[in-house]
């Protein structure tokens, strides 16, 4: 009820005016999609509210209520006036941030903000909503901006406030609009360099990475399972991290993000369920193959072990067993698999002008998802619930 209240009201000081005429259709539109999703997620909200993601948050997380001092991010002046604005979804809290990001032309920060999030809380369920969020808090900029406008006598079209209302509403109608999401999965040995890279695509790309090696812990923490190499790389826990994989990157799907699978995808069987994935999502599909030679592999292993730094467990004995156990990648995988020799690039270009040329790509333009077996056309998506 109070985000539904507070998402309405932004359009108040909107009057068809003749002056800003040009932003009267815009306007009627955004407010049509905001009644109609909050009915949508209506539902949703409420599961949000009931699993007690609604908290007593800062309320109003813009980029003027930030600053970086003493080497570290400080908040303040939230909102106190109001508790129905500071008892929010945290998510809803997080969008303001992430939606002024990409305003100020910074949507890599944004999207490495938002993976971090994702990463630390594993709230992927949120992403649901965060569309309807960050279009939200670009109304708030707007109709702050067009009170200015009418408080300031401002009659100029180009004047500042005017411009930054004109951008807040482009921003909220992006938002609004339905997106194309794309699979991806990395491939390669341990220590291959998939997580630079994956790191890099997801800031570039503003895809969703879902790592194994995080929410392999994250799952054998909330079980209570040892976090033993033995446990964690033992094939049925591999198995069993490969459905996980599935499951959060159906969902991350559904919500109309791109996915980055960040997983060695050694073996066939696991890369096939996400070709299969995609085939029935009907959306492009991509492999991103890194390669190194094995005394790089190995230097790499032992000193990311002397760091003790990395997410991953991964020694030198576990590469033995990899290199033993991989399935090679087969000639209709080919067709879909982009290969970067982490030993001789240099920056992220190749990267980026993968996922440029890969943006283009639509889902019925496919290679290997259309020559899958038959056992493909069987697929069910998987559950959610």
């Known amino acids: 009820e109070s985000i539904s209240q507070a998402a309405i009201n932004n359009f108040e000081v909107f009057e068809p005016n003749s002056k800003f005429s040009e932003w009267d ?4 539109e955004l407010r049509q999609w905001t009644i109609d999703s909050l009915k949508t997620l209506e539902s949703f909200f409420e599961k949000r509210k009931i699993e007690g993601i609604v908290r007593e948050c800062h309320g109003d997380l813009h980029l003027n209520n930030i600053i970086w001092r003493n080497q570290q991010v400080e908040i303040f002046d939230g909102i106190e006036f109001n508790p129905h604005l500071r008892w929010i979804d945290v998510i809803n809290d997080l969008a303001f941030c992430l939606m002024d990001l990409e305003a100020n032309e910074r949507r890599d920060l944004s999207n490495r903000l938002l993976n971090n999030y994702l ?39 180009h004047s500042t406030s005017a411009q930054l209302c004109e951008k807040y509403l482009n921003l909220a109608e992006l938002y609004s609009k339905p997106s194309s ?10 220590a291959s360099g998939k997580s630079l890279i994956s790191k890099s695509l997801a800031e570039f790309s503003g895809a ?21 190499a033995e446990n964690l790389y ?23 993000y791109s996915v980055i ?41 032992e000193k990311r072990g002397h760091q003790g730094k990395s997410v991953s467990d991964a020694d030198g004995n576990v590469l033995t067993q990899q290199i033993a156990s991989q399935d090679a990648l087969n000639s209709e995988e080919n067709f879909s698999t982009y ?17 440029e040329e890969f943006s283009r790509v639509n889902g019925n333009d496919m290679n290997v998802t259309e020559l899958l077996s038959a056992e493909a056309d069987r697929f069910e998506p998987w559950s959610t619930d």
């Open 261 to 301: 699978v960040d997983a060695t995808f050694l073996k066939e069987e696991n890369r096939l369920l996400f070709l299969n994935l995609a085939k029935a999502s009907r959306i492009p599909f991509a492999i991103l193959s890194c390669t190194a030679s094995e005394e790089e592999l190995r230097r790499r292993l």
């Open 119 to 157: 990463e630390q809380t594993g709230d992927y369920d949120g992403l649901q909503v965060l569309r309807f969020y960050m279009a939200y808090r670009a109304m708030v900029r707007a109709k702050v901006n067009r009170i200015r406008l009418s408080q300031n006598h401002e009659d100029d079209v």
């Open 234 to 256: 033992s094939q049925n826990q591999i198995n069993k991290t490969y459905l996980l994989l599935l499951e959060l990157s159906h969902k991350v799907l559904n919500s109309g």
């Open 339 to 355: 290969k970067f020799d982490t030993e001789k690039m240099q920056g992220m270009t190749e990267v980026h002008q993968f996922w």
């Open 208 to 228: 969703i990475r879902i790592r194994s090696d995080v929410e392999r812990k994250r799952k054998s923490t909330q079980s209570g399972q040892s976090e033993t």
């Open 181 to 190: 999401p794309r699979l991806v999965i990395m491939h390669g040995l341990s």
């Open 25 to 28: 259709s815009k306007v009627r």
